[in-house]
């Protein structure tokens, strides 16, 4: 009778060994898909971030390129057209200042490519913490008796985020 009951305690410790193991699995397998949510989160900032940024750019592109040629107008025209030019570049300048201060576009301009760099440090963090997670994950699931319980319940490696740099 004591083998029996033996035998039944020591059933009831490989049921629970299994139980705490695959928890165990469980919680670091939902960690990896937290951290790569994270990870998709910041990559959608970023894509929202990228066309401000263009848009910024061109608009403080086009209106250095109209002061530009104002100021080269003023200077290939004759005196009288000159003075003319020099009065209109002279009004184009404080309307454009007024409307569109070249400081603040500047500022905009840099406020965006700050939001930016915050951005793609973002992703580097949750980049660095996600591949820590994989790393640990993938190291339970290959030590015993984690592995016997992963393949047993079909929990596979995770890849590690890897940022491909282009030449």
Known sequence: ??????????????????????????????????????????????????????SAAQASSDFELNVQQSIAAA?????????????????????CIEAYPAMRAQQNFQKI??????IEDGIQGERLLYNAAVSEYNHLLSIFPHMLVAKAFGFLPQDYFEVEVSE
């Open 1 to 54: 009778m004591v083998v029996v009951y033996l035998f039944i305690a020591f059933m009831v410790l490989e049921v629970i060994a299994i139980i705490v193991v695959y928890n165990q699995l469980r919680k670091r397998y939902v960690i990896v898909g937290e951290l790569w949510a994270n990870i998709m989160t910041v990559l959608a900032k970023r894509h929202a971030v990228v066309p401000r940024l263009i």
């Open 75 to 95: 200077r290939n025209g004759d005196v009288q057209e000159t003075g003319k030019a020099e009065s209109a570049l002279q009004k184009n300048i404080v309307q």
């Open 113 to 118: 490519i700050d939001e930016l760099v915050n």
